[in-house]
């Protein structure tokens, strides 16, 4: 039972242009969502996260939107950039609980 | 300043032997948790420990893994008579308390021959 899910396996935008991805989750407990990108051989870096007491929160390029009524959050990188490819993961938790990741979306930055 | 040490980068086990996976967290980092990738899946939760104890390791196989973070010394993940579907990164994760991002090591990757 997965209760985090990224639908869109890859995302291929070009440079310089908005990226969207996307991210749903099931469990309507989880009050703090985080998004990590991952390169090739490396473990999973930190980017931006949000409580469910905000619908938005923003760092340089990254902006990340919470829709609680929905169960759906959304990461935004603007411009994108080639150093930008990389597999993101979504990820959610409850209150004093463990982080559950979705499956990574594939963004791929064309120059 | 060192992240977290994950320790070997690369392990290979012959099926039936046993493999030990080592993660040294952010020091002043208490929790550790531990998680699975298989080839073109996501991140699965194992285990999340504190010092001396198990708080949740609901992701864990009943048999065979077993995880520890003692008070001295890296906290180590035992997979015994290891079989081929256990081959995946395994990637330990710490923070200072929960509620804050995990920070990542750069994950064991082991390969069942």
Redesign the interface.
């Known amino acids: 039972d997965q209760q985090v899910k990224?639908n869109s396996p890859s995302l291929s935008v070009q440079e310089g242009r908005i990226s969207i991805l996307n991210c749903d989750y099931t469990n309507s407990m989880f009050d703090?969502f985080?998004w990590?990108k991952k390169y090739p051989?490396?473990?999973?870096?930190?980017l931006i996260?949000i409580s469910s007491i905000k619908d938005k929160n923003e760092d340089g390029r990254f902006t990340v939107f919470l829709n609680k009524s929905a169960k759906h959050l959304s990461l935004h990188i603007v411009p994108s950039q080639p150093g930008d490819s990389a597999v993101y993961?979504c990820a959610a938790?409850k209150?004093?609980?463990?982080?559950?990741?979705?499956?990574?979306t594939s963004l791929s930055v064309i120059p | 300043n060192a992240g977290?040490m994950?320790n070997p980068r690369h392990l290979v086990r012959r099926r039936g032997q046993e493999a030990r996976l080592r993660c040294s967290p952010v020091k002043g980092h208490s929790h550790v948790?531990w998680?699975r990738q298989l080839p073109e899946?996501?991140?699965?939760?194992m285990v999340?420990l504190q010092k001396e104890n198990i708080i949740?390791e609901?992701?864990m196989p009943k048999e065979r893994f077993s995880a520890e973070f003692p008070k001295e010394g890296p906290s180590i993940l035992r997979i015994q008579q290891v079989v081929r579907g256990d081959s995946a990164a395994y990637?330990c994760?710490s923070s200072p308390n929960?509620?804050t991002?995990?920070?990542?090591?750069?994950?064991t990757r082991l390969t069942v021959t």
């Open positions: 990224q703090y985080l990590y051989a490396e473990g999973p870096t930190f996260s993961f938790s209150p004093e609980d463990k982080v559950i990741f979705g499956p990574g | 977290v994950q948790y998680y899946e996501g991140l699965k939760f999340y949740d609901s992701g990637f994760a929960q509620g991002p995990l920070h990542f090591g750069n994950g």
